[in-house]
């Protein structure tokens, strides 16, 4: 039976198609101090690398925020890992889940609409993926994440 093309190939694009760790802190980062002001503007070093090695536990990412305050305040990254509960995070910050979430979409939404080319450079295609999906496609693929667009416009 010869092969067939789907006419439709739906993907996740974060974690699937794209590598948006870089993304996902910085807006986490940004997402955290607007939620905590007085923090410094910058994040201490080595807090990017411990995010990233966490992130799997994030279902939603309102999470996200909550991952760096558990490891700001000390958290080990075993024991997010092994027992990652946002919940009595929210109860410390005194916010329900909506206002966490809300300031990470206004992040990001800000972000894109004053430098989309800078938010988009903080994505980067997993290697070979842009290749196999011309390959398998064989025809102009235009890939979406939210409001951004992210093109693939020219085969390789």
Do not use: N
């Amino acid at each position: 039976m010869p092969e067939r093309v789907p006419a439709i190939l739906a993907l996740d694009f974060d974690g699937v198609l794209c590598d948006g760790m870089r993304e996902y802190f910085t807006a986490a980062w940004r997402a955290w101090r607007r939620l905590r002001p007085s923090i410094a503007l910058d994040p201490p070093s080595g807090l990017f690398e411990r995010f990233a090695r966490v992130r799997p536990v994030v279902e939603s990412g309102w999470e996200m925020p909550l991952v760096i305050m558990a490891l700001l305040a000390g958290a080990s990254e075993s024991e997010l890992l092994e027992r990652w509960r946002p919940a009595p995070l929210l109860a410390e910050l005194g916010l329900a889940r909506e206002a966490v979430a809300a300031a990470v979409d206004q992040v990001r939404d800000e972000w894109i609409a004053s430098d989309e080319a800078d938010w988009l450079d903080h994505h980067q295609f997993y290697p070979g993926i842009v290749e196999k999906i011309w390959a398998r496609a064989g025809r102009r693929q235009r890939l979406r994440q939210r409001d951004a667009a992210a093109q693939a416009d020219d085969p390789p």
